[in-house]
Each structure stands twice: as C-alpha cells, then as structure tokens.
C-alpha cells in the first residue's frame, strides 16, 4: 500500500471514530494489499486516536480461486498470512472444483477455512461465532 493510500486510509479511520464513534469498521482493501500492510496502516492511527484492531478477516474468492492462485499465488499467501480468519466466499458459484479441494491448498497457510455462500444463511453467523472480538459488542 503506498504512502498517500495508508495516509489517507488512517484519516479516515480517525475521522469516523471521532464523528460517528463506531463500534464496528469494516474496511476492505483492494485485492492488491496484504494483512500485514493493513495491520501496519491500522496501527498508524493510534498516534492520534486510540481504537481497536481486529480481527482481520481474509475472504478468498472461491469462484475466482484457480485463477487467482495460478496468477496470484503470493499476494494470495500474503493475505492468508496474518489473517485472524480465513473465509471462502461464494462457494456456491464453483463448477470445476470443490471447497474442499481448495481448503486442502490452503490448509498449511492458514488456521481454518470458514465457508461463505448466499445460499446457506448460518455460514455468515458460523464464521462470526469463530471470531471471539465480534461476539463481544
């Protein structure tokens, strides 16, 4: 993430929380930025202003996944890298392969593999009861 990004990203951050005082802020990076970047930028912040940070949930697109890991592989491992959770997405979307033939790649780059699809409405809850911060508020 270059400087005038990671400078503007904090500002917002600091401007939301003392604006609207959220108890939550999602923010999803371009699929160019890895978790440790973020982490870092994240924890510019707390120069100015005290929030905080976590969990950081990596969704891994499962209908694009063989591209993006012929392609992309290590700004993939970058994202997977220090995620506190790791999430499929659009499982339901997959024709050629299945969720457990990608989890079975991931599986020694990450803790765990959650499941998202449109089409069953638990796996957004079921991924939440694994991140312990979230189901504090």
């Not at 969990?55 to 993939?76: G, H, S």
Request: glycine share 4%.
């Amino acid at each position: 993430m270059g400087c005038s990004l990671a400078t503007s990203l904090v500002d917002r951050i600091k401007k939301i929380k003392r604006k609207h005082h959220p108890e939550l802020l999602f923010v999803e990076p371009s699929e160019m930025v890895v978790t440790q970047e973020l982490q870092n930028v994240a924890a510019m912040g707390h120069r100015d202003i005290r929030y905080q940070i976590g969990p950081l949930i990596t969704l891994v697109d499962a209908a694009r996944f063989d591209f993006m890991w012929a392609e992309r592989q290590q700004l993939m491992l970058g994202q997977i890298k220090g995620a506190d959770l790791v999430a499929l997405s659009r499982v339901d979307r997959l024709e050629d392969s299945s969720p457990d033939d990608i989890r079975q790649i991931l599986r020694p780059h990450c803790n765990g593999i959650h499941l998202l699809s449109v089409h069953d409405d638990a796996s957004l809850e079921k991924i939440v009861k694994n991140v312990p911060e979230l189901n504090t508020v």
